[in-house]
């Protein structure tokens, strides 16, 4: 699936295939992504001999804790019909991108064409941006 809150909150195992094989582990998608970041990094380590020492003052710093927080009334609106708005900007898309795949389309309407990929392009960034949005407000409500 593309969506990764669905498989965060799905997911108990994850069956992944990467360049170096199948890798199957426990967890959700967003600690295999975390796992495999740690399994690169230690790939470039040991591909490079000659290790630098890190100091101290060069470590990122710890990241603070989220102060926990409860949603106002605008963004428990905003996160309760986050569904339906996702489900319409996903049906638009789909509608346009039917109508583009459309051969008769190109027979009649080709000029239109710029301007339905235009605005499929700004429906699947506005998807995107609902998608993230929509995560954010989860992690408030955890």
């Known amino acids: 699936s593309h969506d990764r809150y ?3 909150r799905i997911c108990d195992q994850v069956v992944a295939f990467e360049e170096s094989g199948v890798v ?4 959700n998608f967003s600690y295999y992504l975390q796992k495999r970041r740690e399994r690169e990094v230690r790939a470039r380590q040991a591909a490079n001999p000659v290790a630098r020492t890190v100091r101290k003052e060069d470590k ?3 990241a603070r804790p989220v102060r926990s927080r409860k949603l106002s009334f605008k963004e428990q609106r905003e996160l309760e019909g986050m569904e339906q708005t996702i489900l319409a900007a996903e049906t638009r898309a789909a509608e346009l991108e039917t109508t583009l795949h459309d051969p008769a389309f190109y027979a009649s309407r080709a000029k239109d064409a710029p301007g339905l990929l235009a605005e499929l392009e700004r429906t699947k960034a ?4 609902l998608y993230a949005r929509w995560q954010e407000l989860e992690q408030v409500t955890k």
């Open 24 to 27: 199957v582990g426990p967890g």
């Open 60 to 62: 990122e710093p710890a």
């Open 6 to 8: 669905f498989l965060d």
């Open 126 to 129: 506005e998807i995107v941006r």
